[in-house]
């Protein structure tokens, strides 16, 4: 039994470390140029599309409709210049996110996550970082968000395999960014009302660098 969980997870798309955790940092700029390569820019959607702001559907098949669309995130992520991107960021309804983000110490992490849960963190582990957050989906705003400064996501690979992935610093604030999307969540959300309406006002005031789905 040991030895065949141990096949079944090398078996997954990344290899995993001796904690089970994915290996994500080898040949990243491979593996990212490959995805988007593949895939098509589509435009970002923005806050107030519905699609951003409930519960996205559960991934429950692992085919080459998954496959396009996991190429076509990492493209419109690499036309809008952003280190993560959930599904419905470009209008999808399915948890699945991307990324492609360095962490605090330099290191380049390139990977895709379905169905994605937070693990919650003992109280001990759960030093804040209160840097700046921005987001595709409202282009041109920042704010500082408090989030822990480490992270650990559970889920399954694109293949449908159990991955865990573990992030530091901006790397640990990205897993935890991509994973609200999926749930309906903007990082704006979770700000005071006041700080909301300076994001909006940042937002309406400028113009976004990417190709955005306008709201009717």
Do not use: W
Not at 57 to 63: A, G, I, N, P
Not at 115 to 135: F, H, K, M, T, Y
Not at 163 to 186: M, N, P, S, W
């Amino acid at each position: 039994m040991a030895q065949q969980d141990t096949d079944q997870q090398h078996a997954g798309v990344l290899p995993v470390d001796d904690e089970g955790f994915v290996i994500d940092i080898e040949e990243a700029e491979e593996r990212e140029q490959a995805y988007r390569e593949r895939g098509t820019s589509r435009p970002i959607t923005v806050v107030g599309n519905p699609v951003l702001h409930k519960e996205c559907k559960d991934v429950t098949v692992f085919d080459d409709e998954l496959q396009k669309l996991v190429d076509d995130m990492f493209a419109s992520q690499r036309t809008a210049e952003g280190v993560g991107l959930a599904a419905n960021q470009i209008g999808v309804d399915l948890k699945v996110f991307v990324y492609d983000c360095p962490d605090d110490e330099g290191a380049r992490h390139v990977g895709v996550v379905c169905n994605p849960r937070l693990v919650e963190l003992p109280a001990d582990q759960r030093r804040l970082d209160d840097s700046n957050e921005g987001c595709l989906s409202v282009p041109t705003a920042y704010a500082p968000l408090a989030r822990p400064d480490y992270a650990e996501v559970t889920g399954q690979d694109e293949k449908g395999n159990p991955i865990k992935v573990r992030g530091t610093g901006y790397f640990a604030r990205c897993l935890q960014h991509e994973t609200d999307h999926l749930y309906g969540y903007l990082y704006i959300d979770r700000l005071s009302k006041r700080e909301r309406k300076d994001a909006l006002r940042q937002m309406a005031e400028n113009e976004p660098r990417y190709p955005v789905v306008a709201n009717d």
